[in-house]
């Protein structure tokens, strides 16, 4: 019995079907590399850069973003102080919760303000303690998101950048300043690419004088001003090449 040999088109040889095949092959190898090659999102550390104000308004915003988070059930260093505390000298293996080292970090730098060495070193070992906090949380996030950006930006975290080379950054600029609290001012900022962060201030005395840092833009509180005054505003992002923007054009607003 005679076997049907392949049937090959006239004009084409064999040659041309492996060099065909081979040629599928390439694809789905970079088909294939193209999905291994999907950049894990990494944690931004940059806030060990910042001062210490807003090293505590960093810490306030990601305990709100990852309180009830469920995307991240589990962070290593509890969020707030356990409902029953642990009996002095007891052997608990729970570390201290991030609130407990944003508020000893807050008042251990409003107590190093004109203190000596003795406050100054317990400021120290409390900005220790809240970068220790802040990285395992934050390593945390960055497992449990892997590649999913908009994920991991939902921590309240800030992403390593993927540029080689930082460049500085751009002004914010004041979207809107509402007065709908007594003696308080919620400012409204357009959100900087790459900024750790924003620092505001006010027009004391004819002297621009520096109020509040802030993890995000979206909405900066001012608070304890006093009813009919016209407050004078401006801001700027802090990170880049630079260490911060330039500042943003001023907004005023009368407070009621």
């Known amino acids: 019995m005679r076997l049907m040999e392949p049937l090959i088109e006239p004009g084409r040889s064999q040659v041309g079907f492996i060099q065909m095949g081979n040629f599928q092959n390439q694809k789905t190898k970079r088909k294939k590399n193209k ?7 990494r944690v931004s550390f940059g806030y060990k850069y910042q001062p210490v104000t807003a090293v505590v308004a960093i810490m306030g ?5 990852l309180t009830g988070n469920a995307a991240f059930p589990n962070p290593p260093i509890p969020l707030v102080p356990p409902v029953v505390p642990a009996a002095a000298g007891s052997d ?3 570390p201290v919760d991030l609130t407990t080292r944003m508020n000893n970090l807050d008042a251990a730098a409003k107590n190093a303000v004109g203190g000596g060495t003795i406050q100054t070193g317990l400021k120290n070992a409390a900005l220790e303690a809240a970068f220790e906090g802040l990285d395992a949380n934050g390593l945390y996030v960055q497992t449990m998101a892997r590649t999913n950006l908009p994920l991991f930006l939902t921590s309240g975290y800030q992403a390593m950048s ?3 080379a930082q460049s500085p950054l751009d002004p ?3 979207t809107g300043i509402d007065n709908d609290t007594p ?4 400012v409204h900022l357009s959100t900087v ?3 750790l962060g924003y620092e505001v201030q006010l027009l004391i005395a004819n002297v621009w004088t520096t109020v509040k840092f802030s993890a995000q833009a979206r909405t900066i509180t001012l608070t304890d001003l006093t009813t009919g005054t016209v407050q004078q505003v401006r801001a700027r992002a802090l990170g880049g090449s630079t260490g911060q923007s330039a500042w943003c054009m001023p907004g005023s607003k009368i407070v009621d």
Do not use: H, Y
């Open 61 to 65: 915003w990601v305990i709100k973003c």
């Open 162 to 164: 993927t540029n080689r």
């Open 183 to 186: 003696t308080q001012l919620d």
């Open 35 to 41: 999905m291994n090659n999907t950049k894990l999102v």
């Open 92 to 94: 608990s293996a729970v």
């Open 172 to 174: 914010p600029v004041i």
């Open 193 to 195: 690419a790459n900024a």
